[in-house]
């Protein structure tokens, strides 16, 4: 494995991240055996970046992880998030009726607390704002993670789907070691502007979905889809956009076959080839894809790939929106 630094702070990182959502929450059926070998296998692999949420299957996912988080807490730079509340108590997306957003520093001090309870430790790496709450100013809310820091509750600070003017914002009031947003072949808001910020301010990017949900892999039938797998509401799933999906993915596979590598390590190595300040977490619940992941670290590419990539991604445009049109509203705020 191959490793990058956090921001400025010298926290040296895996290149390739570990996202466990689909552990526990979104994804269809899970399996917690599998699961927990996954994550051994991600220590094998030197891949010490875990990411996780308070969201995720309503704090489920955080207990999952610390069976195998507490008796290797020196070899694992783990990551929470916090915000995203379930008025019936019943965890779902972020697009969801009964699913909203609480920034409030009142809210994120009980949130930090049931997180340390959940991950069995007693200080968080990198603790997120899962996004920026309309309702709350960024300075207020970003004043009340820094008590964290100073409270030893939390080592560093980051926004996930902020705009740059929110990142400034909370950059001025305290560092801001990392910004997680989605990135990838297919979806590039961050580009321009908010990178731009983010580099100039020295915070790496973190991207997120960096294999579009799985549907840049050439292994996704959207058509089988559990019924509980949340991609089955998002725009970019649905039947408008599936022919110039597959005639993407299909043309992409060729592209990766030409690079002996398989379509999820050429997407990857196009995300970790656009700056080495830039750390993906494409999340996984079985083994297998783990190492088929950690292996993208090892494709090399050209200038001619990287314009053939985006020429084939610009030859079909229409891939569909990555958020429902609520979600969409929260991001880039």
Same mark, same amino acid.
């Given at each position: 494995? %191959?490793?990058?630094?956090?921001?400025?702070?010298?926290?040296?990182?895996?290149?390739?991240?570990?996202?466990?959502?689909?552990?526990?929450?979104?994804?269809?059926? !899970?399996?917690?055996?599998?699961? =927990?070998?996954?994550?051994?296998?991600?220590?094998?692999?030197?891949?010490?970046?875990?990411?996780?949420?308070?969201?995720?299957?309503?704090?489920?996912?955080?207990?999952?992880?610390?069976?195998?988080?507490?008796?290797?807490?020196?070899?694992?730079?783990?990551?929470?998030?916090?915000?995203?509340?379930?008025?019936?108590?019943?965890?779902?997306?972020?697009?969801?009726?009964? !699913?909203?957003?609480?920034?409030?520093?009142?809210?994120?001090?009980?949130?930090?607390?049931?997180?340390?309870?959940?991950?069995? =430790?007693? $200080?968080?790496?990198?603790?997120?704002?899962?996004? =920026?709450?309309?309702?709350?100013?960024?300075?207020?809310?970003?004043?009340?993670?820094?008590?964290?820091?100073?409270?030893?509750?939390?080592?560093?600070?980051?926004?996930?789907?902020? #705009?740059?003017?929110?990142?400034?914002?909370?950059?001025?009031?305290?560092?801001?070691?990392?910004? %997680?947003?989605?990135?990838? =072949?297919?979806?590039?808001?961050?580009?321009?502007?908010?990178?731009?910020?983010?580099?100039?301010?020295?915070?790496?990017?973190?991207?997120?979905?960096?294999?579009?949900?799985?549907?840049?892999?050439? $292994?996704?039938?959207?058509? !089988?889809?559990?019924?509980?797998?949340?991609? *089955?509401?998002?725009?970019?799933?649905?039947?408008?956009?599936?022919?110039?999906?597959?005639?993407?993915?299909?043309?992409?596979?060729?592209?990766? #076959?030409?690079?002996?590598?398989?379509?999820?390590?050429?997407?990857?190595?196009?995300?970790?080839?656009?700056?080495?300040?830039?750390?993906?977490?494409?999340? $996984?619940?079985? *083994?297998?894809?783990?190492?088929?992941?950690?292996?993208?670290?090892?494709?090399?590419?050209?200038?001619?790939?990287?314009?053939?990539?985006?020429?084939?991604?610009?030859?079909?445009?229409?891939?569909?929106?990555?958020? #429902?049109?609520?979600?969409?509203?929260?991001?880039?705020?």
């Amino acid at each position: 494995m %191959q490793y990058r630094k956090l921001g400025t702070t010298g926290e040296s990182l895996s290149a390739v991240g570990l996202g466990c959502m689909g552990m526990s929450f979104a994804y269809g059926p !899970t399996d917690d055996a599998e699961s =927990i070998a996954t994550l051994h296998k991600a220590l094998d692999l030197g891949i010490n970046f875990w990411d996780t949420a308070d969201m995720y299957a309503n704090g489920a996912n955080e207990e999952l992880i610390s069976r195998v988080l507490v008796p290797n807490r020196d070899k694992v730079f783990i990551a929470t998030k916090f915000g995203f509340r379930f008025k019936d108590g019943v965890a779902g997306p972020s697009s969801a009726g009964g !699913t909203y957003f609480d920034g409030r520093p009142e809210w994120l001090k009980q949130a930090v607390d049931k997180s340390l309870q959940r991950l069995k =430790i007693d $200080t968080i790496d990198l603790y997120y704002a899962h996004r =920026i709450d309309p309702n709350v100013p960024v300075e207020e809310m970003v004043g009340a993670m820094a008590e964290l820091v100073k409270l030893g509750k939390v080592r560093y600070l980051g926004l996930s789907e902020a #705009s740059a003017a929110s990142i400034r914002k909370a950059h001025a009031v305290h560092p801001i070691a990392a910004l %997680q947003s989605e990135y990838s =072949i297919l979806t590039r808001d961050v580009e321009g502007t908010i990178l731009n910020t983010v580099r100039e301010l020295g915070i790496t990017l973190v991207p997120y979905s960096p294999l579009a949900r799985g549907l840049v892999t050439h $292994t996704l039938d959207t058509s !089988t889809l559990a019924e509980n797998d949340f991609r *089955r509401t998002l725009p970019r799933y649905q039947e408008a956009v599936a022919d110039n999906n597959k005639r993407l993915v299909e043309a992409f596979a060729a592209l990766a #076959s030409d690079k002996n590598c398989t379509p999820a390590q050429l997407a990857l190595a196009w995300v970790l080839a656009q700056g080495n300040d830039i750390i993906p977490i494409p999340g $996984t619940k079985k *083994r297998k894809y783990l190492e088929e992941n950690a292996g993208a670290v090892d494709v090399v590419l050209t200038t001619a790939d990287l314009d053939a990539i985006d020429a084939l991604v610009k030859k079909y445009p229409d891939t569909g929106a990555r958020y #429902s049109e609520g979600a969409m509203k929260l991001v880039n705020h």
